[in-house]
């Protein structure tokens, strides 16, 4: 059972830097995808970044160069970190794990079946 549990979010003023942190269990499969999205109402939950078992990473085009994920295998963590943050990157952020074994895409939300609970991001302008 694959389980995700999220945290890191606060608030900071623009221009500043958090890290979100994913601890991940029972993704023990040799082919993944893991991601992390967003969500601010009314706006549609949106795909930030992803990484694949290759550690192959992709970005949205509104936080490349900003965002970085990774991944520690060892410590079975996902990463997000966020720097030269906007008031527009305020949203909960969501850690979720993609094993249909289909190409790795943060787009793809429908691939995406495992999710934690979110972490809350807000930026103040």
């Known amino acids: 059972q694959v389980q995700l549990v999220e945290s890191g979010g606060g608030s900071v003023q623009a221009g500043g830097s958090l890290r979100l942190t994913c601890a991940a269990s029972?993704?023990?499969?040799?082919?993944?995808?893991m991601a992390w999205f967003r969500e601010a109402p009314p706006n549609e939950r949106e795909g930030v970044a992803a990484?694949?078992?290759?550690?192959?990473?992709s970005y949205a085009e509104s936080v490349k160069g900003r965002f970085t994920i990774s991944q520690d295998n060892a410590k079975n963590t996902l990463t997000l970190q966020m720097n030269s943050l906007k008031p527009e990157d305020t949203a909960m952020y969501y850690c979720?794990?993609?094993?249909?074994?289909?190409?790795?895409?943060?787009?793809?939300?429908?691939?995406?079946?495992?999710w934690g609970q979110g972490t809350q991001v807000t930026v103040s302008s």
């Open positions: 979720a794990a993609d094993i249909s074994g289909d190409p790795c895409d943060y787009r793809d939300y429908d691939d995406f079946g495992y």
């Open positions: 029972g993704v023990t499969y040799s082919r993944y995808c």
């Open positions: 990484i694949d078992s290759d550690s192959v990473t």
